[in-house]
């Protein structure tokens, strides 16, 4: 298949995932970050999505460790959620998939008040690995509100109370949760005016995240339903090599011109975990 844009490691193809995905190299991948279409919430100008079919190839193009990140919400119908998300975290899990982690990405806010329910403010951020993952690079950029020296306390077998090592380090960061909140949206999530053409980007933040977690530079990154291209951008800004598509020409060309935006970042220092702590604030 021709290449819809292919410059500098950045490739994007224009086409259904699965067939595309059916031409890329068994075991080439080494971290997908994508999100699909959830239930029936958006049209995506009508295109169809074969979830057992891209299913079966993302198993087979990710590499022994390598990871996928699976960002999903359910539709609610007639009062209830369809339950999809879990549907599908089984059925990658039945293809070979470790459920490695359920991560929450925290919208800071919600887009439909239901009489009945708690404000849904969340999609989960599941992340499949092929294995033991084998590029991990945890953020550690959590203010730590205890001193190192509170370090907890264990009761040995014999009954004596004993201090834990403190996990905690000198710089005052800690490892994150595993809560993530980014408001969607607006200037918020990118800087780029054209993203939002498309009906639904996720925060280039997000993608920075999970690339910055779950690869190393020089790595290939993945997203199959790339959408407005807002993985491909952070895989470009971090380095990686990128190989995506989307089914419809019309967000093709959205993601192409937003790999030509500048920097969603000003200077690198940004995308080092120092540089989030504003937008991950409330929640520790
Ligand atoms: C939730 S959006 C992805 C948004 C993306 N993460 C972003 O930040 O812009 C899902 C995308 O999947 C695409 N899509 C739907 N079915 C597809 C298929 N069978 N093959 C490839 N792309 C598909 C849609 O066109 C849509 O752009």
């Known amino acids: 298949m021709t290449p819809f844009y292919e410059r500098n490691g950045i490739t994007i193809y224009c086409g259904e995932a699965s067939e595309v995905m059916a031409e890329w190299e068994a075991g080439s991948i080494d971290l997908t970050v994508t999100s699909p279409p959830y239930d029936d919430l958006r049209r995506y100008l009508g295109y169809t999505f074969d979830f057992a079919a891209i299913a079966g190839q993302l198993w087979r193009v990710t590499t022994k460790g390598g990871v996928a990140v699976w960002v999903v919400g359910d539709e609610t119908k007639d009062g209830c959620e369809t339950g999809n998300s879990f549907r599908q975290v089984l059925n990658f899990m039945s293809l070979g998939f470790n459920l490695h982690d359920t991560m929450i990405y925290d919208k800071n806010g919600f887009r439909y008040p239901f009489p009945d329910k708690y ?166």
């Open 119 to 284: 404000h849904q403010v969340f999609e989960f951020m599941f992340i499949l690995s092929k294995g033991r993952p084998g590029s991990v690079n945890l953020l550690q950029d959590r203010p730590i509100i205890y001193n190192s020296h509170s370090s907890p306390r264990k009761r040995e077998a014999n009954g004596e109370m004993t201090r834990r090592k403190s996990y905690h380090n000198e710089s005052g960061y800690g490892k994150r949760f595993n809560i993530w909140r980014y408001s969607p949206g607006g200037a918020k999530s990118s800087k780029d005016t054209v993203a939002f053409d498309h009906p639904a980007i996720f925060p280039e933040a997000l993608a920075r995240d999970h690339i910055l977690s779950w690869s190393n530079p020089g790595d290939l990154v993945a997203d199959p339903m790339l959408g407005s291209g807002t993985v491909a951008k952070m895989a470009q800004q971090l380095g990686r090599r990128f190989v995506g598509c989307d089914i419809s020409e019309e967000y093709c060309k959205i993601a192409v011109d937003r790999l030509r935006q500048p920097s969603f970042f000003s200077s690198p220092a940004e995308v080092q975990p120092q540089g989030q702590k504003a937008e991950q604030a409330p929640l520790w």
